[in-house]
C-alpha cells in the first residue's frame, strides 16, 4: 500500500480533483493525509486538523495505510453539514476500496462521498 511520498503524480492528481470538487459542492475545506500517524491515529489526525488554516470550516481524512488506520476529522462548524453517520458510511465505502487494495481510489470515493453529503441545497425564490 502507498504512502504519500510514494503516490504517482497522477495519483495525487486523482485526490487533488476529487478534493477540489468535495470543496466546490459543500463550501468546506477538505485536507487528505497519507502517511504513517506519529502517535496515535486518531491523536495525530486531531493535531492535524487544528494546524490547519481554518478547522472549524475543515474535514480532514486521514489514511495510515502501514497501520491500517483511517480517520474523518470535522472541524466546529462543518458537523453542521457533515454528521457522524454521513463520515461513518464514507468511511465503510473507502474501506472496502482499500480492502481491495485501492487506497487511491478509496480516498477519492471517500472524499467526493463527504463532499456530496456536505453539498448545500440550492435556494429557490420565490416572488409571491
Same mark, same amino acid.
Given at each position: ?6 503516490l504517482t503524480?497522477?495519483?495525487?492528481? /486523482? ?6 470538487? &468535495? #470543496?466546490?459542492?459543500?463550501? =468546506? ?7 504513517? !500517524? ?9 493535531r492535524l ?18 497501520? /491500517? ?6 472541524? &466546529? #462548524?462543518?458537523?453542521?453539514? =457533515? ?7 464514507? !468511511? ?29 441545497? /440550492? ?6
Open positions: 500500500m502507498p504512502a504519500g511520498n510514494d503524480p497522477q495519483q495525487l492528481d /486523482r485526490i487533488q480533483r476529487a478534493v477540489d470538487n &468535495a #470543496e466546490s459542492v459543500s463550501g =468546506l475545506t477538505f485536507s487528505v493525509f497519507i502517511g504513517i !500517524a506519529e502517535e496515535d491515529s486518531r491523536t495525530y489526525a486531531t486538523h487544528a494546524g490547519l488554516a481554518d478547522p472549524d470550516h475543515s474535514v480532514l481524512v486521514l489514511c495510515d495505510p502501514e497501520f /491500517r488506520a483511517l480517520e474523518i476529522i470535522t472541524g &466546529a #462548524e462543518t458537523r453542521r453539514d =457533515l454528521d457522524d453517520v454521513e463520515c461513518r458510511l464514507a !468511511a465503510a465505502s473507502m474501506q472496502s476500496s482499500f480492502a481491495g487494495g485501492d487506497i487511491v481510489g478509496g480516498l477519492v470515493l471517500g472524499v467526493q462521498q463527504l463532499g456530496e453529503s456536505a453539498r448545500k441545497p /440550492r435556494t429557490l425564490h420565490v416572488n409571491p
